[in-house]
Each structure stands twice: as structure tokens, then as C-alpha cells.
């Protein structure tokens, strides 16, 4: 009896337990906030912070390239004369292909037609004419993607890039790494 009591205990308390750890992903994104943390080093260095939202291609109802943004500011917070510092955009794409994103560990660097990838482009102004930007072609990282919903995507990153010479000197090449709280942005949402 003293066992079937005590087991009916336990048996209770994880059910509570259970019950009050579990999170609803949508209750989740809704108390997130969007949001993007980056460190540059190498020829390049810096620490950025600002938002995170994505915007989706459909075709026919498939989606067939998704495109991170990390940025300064909010698109719709910005105006028209503002010249950001720094941008990153993160595209998922698959050479046209219907593909479905979820979470996982992604390659970033040169698109592929058999499997999805991720190419990247950081743009970072020295000054309010000269824009230095940098690529992955021919580079390579990883992107890991932790949490995906129609609305919603959190992702840690690392990937090298390179800004190649444009024949004044040689070729630059940094290290991204950081992680980001997207929320979709646009008609496709």
C-alpha cells in the first residue's frame, strides 16, 4: 500500500512538473524579441547588435529561398537618409528547388542543387562613402538552427568571408560568428 501510494506521488508530480515546464512555441516567440548578436575579427574587427526578421519566396505555395536579415534597425524604423553601419544577410536557398527549413545544422558557404545551403553578406561601412563587403564564396561555416515556425526562426552561426581585392590591395578576410532571434517581416508572414 505505502508503495502504491508513493508511486502515485511521483506519478503525480511529474505530470506537474511536466506540465509547468512545458512552453507553447508560440507563447515562446511572443515574448521574444527579435533580435541579433555578431562579432567580426580577423582583417575586420567588431561587435555588432540590432534586430532580426526574415522574409520568405514562395512559388506555387513552396518555399523556395529565405533571406535573414541582421541589421542595425527595423526596416520600418528606418527612413529613407539613414546609411546603416553594418548589415548581414543569411540566404537559404536551394537553386530554385521547393525545400522545407527546420532545425539543424546547415552549411554556409557555395549553394548547392542536391542539399540546402546557406551563402552570407556582410556589408560594413568605414566611412559615409566606402562600404567594404565580404562573401562567402569559397568560404565556409555552419549555421544551427534551434527553433522554426512560420513566424519565428533562432539560429547560432560561425562561417568565414572574404572582401576579395579589387586591385588597390589584398584581400581581406574576417570570422562571423553570433546568433539571432528572426521574426518574419513582409506579405509572406
Known amino acids: 500500500m505505502y508503495k502504491l501510494g508513493l508511486v502515485s506521488v511521483l506519478f503525480s508530480l511529474t505530470i506537474f512538473l511536466s506540465c509547468s515546464n512545458s512552453t507553447d512555441s508560440d507563447e515562446s516567440e511572443e515574448s521574444a524579441v527579435a533580435s541579433s548578436t555578431f562579432t567580426v575579427t580577423g582583417d575586420l574587427e567588431a561587435k555588432q547588435e540590432g534586430i532580426a526578421y526574415f522574409t520568405e519566396l514562395n512559388n506555387d505555395g513552396n518555399l523556395v529561398r529565405v533571406s535573414i536579415h541582421l541589421v542595425e534597425t527595423h526596416p520600418q524604423d528606418r527612413d529613407e537618409n539613414t546609411e546603416s553601419d553594418y548589415s548581414l544577410i543569411l540566404v537559404a536557398d536551394m537553386s530554385g528547388e521547393p525545400f522545407t527549413l527546420s532545425t539543424g545544422t546547415y552549411e554556409i558557404g557555395k549553394l548547392s542543387d542536391e ?17 567594404n563587403g565580404y562573401n562567402t564564396e569559397d568560404q565556409s561555416g555552419t549555421i544551427t538552427i534551434t527553433s522554426v515556425s512560420d513566424n519565428w526562426i533562432e539560429a547560432t552561426f560561425s562561417f568565414a568571408a572574404i572582401n ?3 586591385g588597390h590591395g589584398e584581400d581581406e578576410h574576417i570570422s562571423i560568428s553570433g546568433e539571432f532571434n528572426a521574426e518574419c517581416f513582409g506579405f509572406s508572414c
Not at 542539399?115 to 562600404?131: C, D, K, M, P, W
Open 115 to 131: 542539399e540546402l545551403n546557406f551563402t552570407a553578406v556582410y556589408t560594413h561601412r568605414i566611412s559615409g562613402s566606402q562600404v
Open 164 to 166: 576579395y581585392d579589387d
